[in-house]
């Protein structure tokens, strides 16, 4: 076992027993940083917790230290290097989210608010930047892939009031892609197979295996599928299938 799989074998472990003040502030040692108490750590208040949302779906302390540990990954070192900070996403993801199957792959820079709202299906991919608004629900199907900087919305405000809130899940189906860019509003699906193509506005439903472009987004033909389907459709997001399973 090489130094990083004895970082992430602790890490994991430490956050089996549970994840409280110490365990965390241990967490923070091994990936590199230091000078944190418990004290402090318990201290930290997320944007989260200042939404109205957090009065009806509080973060408990732990996924509350998963959150803080998701974000402070990417203000090291080690977030840099994807042989630890993909792993080490995935150990989060299936602690955090209300579901996470195996080989998911999330680049640095991705951010989310309410991580209990967040169901990932297998092999999901998401590119460097993006960002997920998860107050209204969001569900990532199997095989899924959303690339840089996307953007998605589960909630709107009042023109009138800007506190009151309206909420909406999305749902991106299986081998259904979201490109560079793009940003998706509340009560969208994007159907299996679908593709948003890049820096496209999605304010309605996609068919299934459909192609959309444009602000708002709107059909421009069917996905071209060369005779493929499911899994031959190699929707992994990086060489040699690294980090995800078959």
Not at 11 to 24: C, Q, S, V, W, Y
Not at 151 to 167: I, L, P, Q, W
Request: contains cysteine.
């Amino acid at each position: 076992m090489n130094v990083l799989d004895e970082k992430l074998t602790k890490i994991k472990n430490l956050i089996d027993e549970g994840l409280d003040a110490k365990n965390t502030m241990k967490i923070f040692e091994l990936i590199g940083i230091n000078g944190y108490t418990e004290e402090l750590i318990d201290s930290f208040v997320l944007w989260n917790d200042c939404m109205p949302l957090s009065d009806e779906i509080p973060y408990t302390k732990q996924q509350r230290n998963l959150h803080i540990l998701w974000e402070a990954i990417d203000r090291t070192p080690l977030g840099i290097n994807v042989a630890f900070a993909i792993p080490f996403r995935q150990i989060i993801a299936k602690k955090l989210f209300k579901k996470c199957g195996d080989g998911f792959v999330a680049n640095e820079g991705c951010r989310f608010n309410f991580g209990q709202n967040i169901e990932v299906g297998k092999n999901v991919s998401w590119n460097h930047g993006c960002y997920f608004d998860s107050k209204g629900g969001i569900k990532f199907g199997d095989w899924s892939i959303v690339t840089e900087y996307v953007k998605v919305f589960t909630h709107s405000h009042s023109e009138g009031d800007h506190e009151a809130r309206e909420y909406g899940p999305v749902e991106i189906a299986d081998y259904a892609k979201v490109y560079t860019a793009s940003t998706v509003l509340p009560n969208v699906k994007i159907g299996e197979g679908a593709i948003v193509g890049t820096g496209s506005i999605v304010t309605r439903s996609v068919e299934p295996y459909t192609l959309v472009v444009g602000s708002p987004a709107k059909p421009m033909r069917d996905r071209k599928t060369q005779g493929l389907s499911g899994n031959d459709f190699n929707h992994y997001m990086m060489k040699n299938k690294m980090f995800q399973v078959d």
